[in-house]
């Protein structure tokens, strides 16, 4: 007897391949594709059976041979602020946190696009894990599905933000196909207004995002104004100069009201004095762009102070009178390690 043929997580599959691969290897029309992905993505069917407008005969082999699988969820640990962050389980057993943020009426999921993260940033406790391994667009999507079922969420009630683990554009084809899925028509439809990638300034990756036909909003990390305080905070300061990375996003093709977000992490006595507010005003100001001050989310094992509520007002107050747009984010779900920089399993954290 033949082998049987592996099976492909289904959401590991953009639309059009779904379609290749139900014509060639199931003998259904393309058609098929678009109305699986639409069970799955918009109206939450976790399983075959549940999609009964397939024949019962097709609902057996695609749960073989194209299943519909998700992150396991492992723990749930829940904030004073009530969002949420939750540890999910991957089919190799490795492990990934995820996180649901919540802000008055607002929702949103913070994903990972990796297991750990080869980047190194200083005041990042997912930098010390290293990277483990890249994840799959089946994984990526699948966060964003757990998570939606968590909060019984409809397509268009949450934003979702890839800012959790791993640099999303050291990822690029798996993220691009996630992406995909979540913003085609044919897979979530969700509008790229409620969608933004957050980057360390992956230079290369910036350039092939600008060619995607489903992008969304871009965040980058920038938390300097000056190349040797960035190259210090950030290795990939010392790959990619400043005046690199701005110049790629000055030919970023932005939409009619699009804008570029740059987070400044504010760390007390390295990037948070005035005179970096000015340098960093006159750097971004030629640019289309907002942005974030994030005063620093403290850990001990990161060596780093966060700086006065009336440091970081002064600091933001100095961009907007340089004529930038700039808020000051204060993180949410600090208490459960859930915030921004804070994202590392409690194994890992045990052998960094």
Known sequence: MPPAPPSTPL?????????SRLVAEFGEPAYRARQILHEVLQRGA??????????????????????????????????ADSSRKYLLGLADGTRIESVYLVDGERTTFCISSQVGCAFGCAFCLTAKMGLVRNLAPSEIVGQVLRLADAGNHGRERFNLVLMGMGEPLHNFAAVAAALELL????????????????????????????????????????????????????????????????????????????????????????????????????RLRPLTCKVNVIPFNEDPDLGFRRPTEEVARRFCERLVTRG?????????????RAACGQLI??????TA
């Open 11 to 19: 959401l590991d599959l953009v639309p059009a391949a779904l379609a």
């Open 46 to 79: 976790r399983t075959y059976e549940a999609i009964t407008a397939l024949p019962r005969s097709l609902r057996e082999r695609l749960a073989d041979l194209l299943p519909i699988r998700l992150p396991e969820v492992v723990e749930t640990r829940e904030s």
């Open 183 to 282: 913003l085609s028509p044919h897979g979530m439809d969700l509008s790229y207004r409620r969608v933004t990638l957050s980057t360390v300034g992956h230079v290369e990756g910036i350039r092939k995002l600008a060619e995607l036909p489903f992008r969304p909003r871009l965040a980058v990390s920038l938390n300097a104004a000056d190349d040797p305080t960035r190259a210090s905070l950030m290795p990939i300061g010392r790959v990619h100069p400043i005046d690199e990375l701005l110049r790629a996003l000055t030919a970023y093709p932005l939409r009619p009201g699009e804008r570029l977000t740059f987070e400044y992490v504010l760390l007390a006595g390295v990037n948070d004095a005035l005179e970096q507010a000015d340098r960093l005003a006159s």
């Open 324 to 336: 930038l747009a700039a808020t000051v984010r204060w993180s949410r779900g600090t208490d459960i």
């Open 345 to 350: 399993t409690d194994a890992a954290r045990g």
